[in-house]
């Protein structure tokens, strides 16, 4: 079922309730009972201005007018309710991004590495019955507050019915519809069965509990305890869920039959610095074993579970697989766009958060577009930007390039290069330059040098000349500097004294001092690494290990080596063996050894192998074969040799210190990085966050096509072709853009963390459902509906249409049915114990300061039987997800085969309509059910 099937199953749902309320209200109007029973209607006296907006007046017109009044409520509602849904996305955007907030937690695994991982803060079950919940009832909770302070608490009808209509329309109708548009022969099943199971029996008490305290505990009262202990149950119905998800305490025991507790896993043990470490699997109906779902730390300091840290693992590789397989597949292609299709079909099959489906249900549904691929492709533009911006030094200088050289005792002489660099050089440049002792001296090594440069115009190198004293002393390699200093610029050349040009901005650069090393080439020399350790790209291709010849650079040498295995396997599985000689010319002062490097792209892969080379042998000749003949084989035994012949063994090749070297094999810094910027822009905080005033306004000025992730069929990049917006796109857009605009005041969601979005857009919500809650009594006086009709059919269905949206989405975006109807449960508890506790407990303790004479009145009637009624269609509800999850034949809550998914959602539709319509009749008197 599309976009286009839901909507228009929503009109005739809408045009049901105008049918069936006409109907109720022709029969209350030709009862006889008593005055509470008429209802409400065309020039009743009754009518009363509301908190924000007054009644239309004249109260007594005709018939046509009342119609075309109707009409405008109607129409009203409907653009308020827009509204409230596109404050409600921004609301839901500065949710996701509080609670997909993370942190890096150390781990130690069994071989004593440490590892960092990252998970997130917010526990998901917490996260779901606190902020996210809050996010998609907030209109409800807000709407009853807001009913109490407008009746100048005082109890009402709107605010409770609301309430628990709406809760009727999330249980009944949207699992309804979950049920149907699943594909015939898949299934969806709930993955965290013992959160939903406490939540679901906490949806059903809070009902119970409601009816307990306006109808047994103190009839026609809600006393001050009542109403506190309604709101405390909220916190309990967390700490509660919280408990069961966790396994803690006695849960523990009352799983072991179909849970397994292990203490690690084999790709990741170890201990958490801040708490144990558990990971629990479950056992699914066939057989197999499911993860547990917690990729989450819980409340904030809590212990950490052990598949949180296997889980960020799993992720990278899940992010690994695919750009292997791209990469594979698109071989041409560079990495940004690679990056950007594993991102997109990476979050498309990734578990999503409830706000992910509300935000991209309202976008699509208003002109807003896909908001996975916009928010990618905008992430994309980003980096393309920030990799456009590179910071260069914008005044001109004067640079040693190189910065080192390395020369041969018996060089003689030779250049040192000065250049200048800049844009505009029309000028003069003059530069000191001094040669520095080191551990060569001058005199002995090298004669002293000093002057000044002098750069013309337009002249860009200059060359120092530096003359080498050769001997026949064997010693070490030795070195010494040249060093700039004291730049001046002018326009002219000077014959005198330079005078800095301050006009000019010219300067020495950072690389103002040359290092020079001399190598001595009376000796064969010593042969070493360069570095004991060294690391490399697993990317790399090949690795190149230098080898150096210090202390004499005389003769032709051979240094034998080989590669020795450590963690990294040769043999092509890691490397490429390798071994043989190296060959050092006469003067020639280091070599590289060659070894070849495998690919097989792991993320934070630390493997190592060693490169050893063996004692150098000096080449004598090559006989006529082509043998190489060693001085070693003319070599006597030392302690036979004459003094003479000892004095000339110092002169023979010989090993140093560093004979072996470890190279480390690492990730690939492309790849990594790649990595981690997928799991970055995946965050769906991350993604869905705005860092500007600028970025909202340009969002709530655009339109694009919208449409369901399930009717496009994406391209082989999996970005989907290019689609233009519709005319219903526009037209949509159109009808909320003033929404959009109004809204796009609110501050970006990367402020604060969030909250400041989080506290401004709730403030909105409650601003719009001031104005609901009037248009919605206005609306039910003109058209002959009492309040309590009027809140559990338009208002609740106003309310529910995004969640309507973000279910269907969930349900057949996702793996599980968690998201869809999972969370329904929980936010039906909410509503009760935030909407009716927080308005409740305000108005009763209000009459108790007050000293009201019976206290806070709440008459049982109409909400007592909607209630009671409610409790009894839930139970058969939830009921029949159990039978059908447990069902050999069906085995899923949600989809299965075609007849059983017609079956369920007749049922669950037929229970909603049941609803609907016996409420309406009690709140007209056609019967009275005895409350």
């Not at 209200?25 to 020039?43: F, H, I, L, V, Y």
């Not at 509204?83 to 993370?102: K, L, P």
């Not at 809070?206 to 916190?235: H, K």
């Not at 529910?800 to 049915?817: E, W």
Request: net charge negative; hydrophobic share 40%; aromatic share 10%.
């Amino acid at each position: 079922m599309g976009l286009k099937t839901t909507n228009s199953l929503l009109l005739l749902l809408v045009a049901l309730f105008i049918c069936l309320l006409s109907s109720v209200e022709a029969t209350g109007n030709s009862s006889d009972d008593s005055d509470k029973c008429e209802p409400k209607g065309k020039g009743c006296s009754a009518e009363k201005d509301g908190l924000l907006l007054p009644c239309w007046r004249p109260f007594k017109t005709s018939t046509a007018d009342y119609i075309a009044r109707g009409f405008v409520y109607f129409f009203a509602l409907c653009y308020m309710f827009l509204g409230v849904s596109i404050v409600s996305d921004r609301f839901m955007s500065a949710i996701e991004m509080i609670t997909s907030q993370e942190k890096e937690v150390t781990v130690t695994r069994p071989n004593g590495e440490k590892a960092v991982v990252t998970v997130q803060i917010w526990n998901e079950t917490v996260s779901n019955l606190t902020l996210m919940a809050l996010g998609s009832s907030a209109p409800e909770i807000m709407l009853s507050v807001i009913e109490i302070i407008s009746r100048k608490f005082e109890s009402g009808d709107l605010g409770p019915g609301t309430i628990v209509g709406s809760a009727a329309f999330n249980l009944f109708c949207i699992i309804s519809i979950c049920v149907y548009v699943i594909p015939d022969g898949e299934g969806r099943r709930i993955e965290h069965l013992r959160v939903f199971v406490c939540t679901a029996s906490w949806s059903v008490f809070a009902y119970i509990w409601l009816y307990l305290i306006i109808a047994v505990f103190s009839p026609n009262e809600v006393e001050v305890w009542e109403a506190v202990v309604t709101f405390g149950f909220f916190p309990l119905l967390v700490i509660i869920a919280y408990i069961t998800d966790r396994k803690i305490f006695f849960m523990r025991f009352l799983d072991k039959k179909y849970t397994a507790h292990y203490r690690g896993t084999p790709d990741m043990l170890g201990e958490v610095q801040n708490g144990d470490i558990e990971m629990q699997k479950h056992n699914n109906h066939d057989g197999t074993l499911l993860s547990n779902h917690d990729a989450h730390v819980g409340f904030k300091g809590s212990k950490t579970n052990l598949h949180d840290l296997s889980s960020s693992d799993q992720h990278k590789k899940d992010f690994m697989k695919k750009l292997a397989e791209l990469k594979d597949q698109h071989p041409d292609l560079d990495m940004d766009k690679l990056e950007q299709m594993a991102a997109y079909e990476v979050v498309q099959s990734q578990h999503k958060s409830r706000a992910y489906y509300r935000i991209a249900a309202t976008r699509k549904m208003t002109g807003g577009g896909n908001v996975l691929k916009k928010n990618l492709e905008k992430k994309s533009h980003e980096k393309e930007a920030a990799e456009a911006i590179e910071e260069e030094e914008t005044f001109t200088k004067v640079v040693f390039d190189p910065e080192q050289y390395t020369v041969m005792e018996n060089v003689g002489s030779f250049e040192v290069a000065v250049h200048r660099i800049g844009e505009d050089l029309d000028f003069y440049t003059y530069v000191d330059f001094e040669t520095i002792d080191g551990s060569a001296n001058q005199g002995s090594d090298f004669h002293y040098a000093s002057g000044t440069l002098v750069f013309k115009p337009n002249e860009t190198l200059k060359e120092i000349t530096l003359h080498i004293v050769d001997d026949d002393v064997f010693e070490e390699d030795e070195h010494f500097s040249v060093k700039l200093s004291n730049i001046r610029n002018a326009k002219s050349l000077a014959s005198e004294k330079v005078h800095n040009d301050p006009s000019i901005d010219c300067r020495l650069g950072k690389v103002d001092e040359c290092m020079i090393t001399i190598l001595d080439d009376d000796h064969c020399g010593v042969f070493c690494f360069e570095e004991e350790e060294i690391s490399c790209p697993e990317n790399c291709g090949e690795v190149k290990i230098r080898v150096a010849r210090h202390s004499g650079a005389r003769g032709n040498i051979h240094v034998p080596f080989l590669t020795i295995d450590g963690t990294a396997k040769g043999g092509g599985k890691d490397f490429d063996d390798s071994f043989g000689e190296l060959e050092f010319t006469n003067d020639q002062t280091f070599s590289t050894i060659t070894v070849k490097i495998m690919d097989d792209e792991e993320y934070e892969k630390l493997e190592h192998f060693f490169v050893e080379i063996g004692n150098p042998r000096q080449v004598a000749r090559r006989s006529s074969t082509g043998t190489v003949i060693y001085e070693d084989d003319f070599n006597k035994d030392e302690s036979k040799m004459t003094e003479e012949e000892l004095i000339a063994t110092q002169g023979r090749p010989k090993l140093g210190a560093i004979t072996r070297c470890k190279v480390n094999i690492t990730e690939s810094k492309e790849f990594t990085g790649a990595v981690d910027r997928l799991l970055k822009n995946t965050n769906m905080g991350e993604l869905l966050s705005t860092s500007s005033w600028t970025e909202q306004f340009i969002e709530a000025i655009s339109v694009s096509a919208g449409g369901d992730d399930d009717d496009e069929e994406e391209d082989e990049e999996g970005a989907g072709e290019e689609r233009l917006p519709s005319c219903m796109d526009y037209v949509m857009h159109f009808l909320t853009v003033f929404w959009k605009i109004l809204f796009a005041f609110i501050p970006p969601t990367n402020i604060a963390g969030g909250w400041a979005c989080f506290v401004v857009s709730i403030l909105g919500i409650g601003a719009l459902t001031a104005v609901i809650g009037d248009l919605a009594s206005h609306f039910g006086c003109t058209v002959g509906l009492k309040d309590a009709v009027t809140a559990i059919s338009f208002v609740a269905l106003g309310t529910s249409v995004p969640d309507t949206f973000a279910s269907k989405t969930a349900a057949v975006g996702d793996k599980t049915a968690d998201a869809s109807i999972g969370n329904v449960t929980g936010s039906n508890a909410v509503n009760v114990f935030l909407g009716i506790g927080i308005a409740w407990s305000v108005a009763s303790i209000y009459h108790a300061i007050k000293g009201t004479e019976g206290g806070f009145k709440v008459e049982p009637g109409a909400l007592g039987f909607s209630v009671t009624l409610f409790c009894i269609l839930a139970s058969i509800c939830i009921a029949a997800l159990f039978f059908r999850r447990f069902n050999s034949s069906i085995h899923y809550e949600l989809g299965g085969p075609r007849k059983a998914k017609i079956i369920t959602s007749l049922l669950f539709f037929g229970l909603w309509v049941t609803y609907v319509l016996m409420s309406a009749l009690v709140a007209y008197c056609v019967f009275d059910p005895g409350f």
